[in-house]
């Protein structure tokens, strides 16, 4: 099943996301907008450790292994936000999908500039 990211369906206020940009990362999935212990409970299940997310570098980590190309050229930005989403669905997760894609691909952006922009492809 497909999702598609929604930037607007993010329940993620402003000053929530600029601090979540400005804060190191500690590794405590539920410093992610958008991860209650509930989310998070969800993303630490699996049949093997690497199947099981349960701290905020695996998750980062999921979503770099998303970034790929298809034809011989990485697929945009709103594609790469969609397999995340769709990611996030398929581990479980029923709310708060579009918060935490917008989290993680913004404070990835911090750290590869270029690599997410919300204009790409009409995000």
């Given at each position: 099943m497909s999702e598609f990211y929604n930037p607007d369906a993010s329940s993620m206020?402003?000053?929530?996301?600029?601090?979540?940009?400005?804060?190191?990362?500690?590794?405590?999935?539920?410093?992610?907008?958008?991860?209650?212990?509930?989310?998070?409970?969800?993303?630490?299940?699996?049949?093997?450790?690497?199947?099981?997310?349960?701290?905020?570098?695996q998750l980062i980590g999921v979503c770099l292994q998303l970034k790929q190309k298809r034809n011989g050229e990485y697929i945009t930005c709103k594609q790469h936000c969609d397999l995340f989403k769709t990611y996030l669905a398929n581990k479980g997760i029923t709310n708060n999908k579009d918060t935490i894609v917008m989290a993680i691909v913004e404070k990835l952006g911090t750290m590869f500039p270029g690599m997410y922009d919300m204009y790409d492809n009409e995000i």
């Open positions: 206020n402003e000053n929530t996301l600029i601090t979540f940009l400005r804060s190191p990362i500690t590794g405590d999935i539920t410093e992610v907008p958008g991860i209650s212990s509930k989310n998070a409970k969800i993303l630490s299940y699996g049949d093997n450790e690497f199947n099981k997310i349960t701290n905020t570098f």
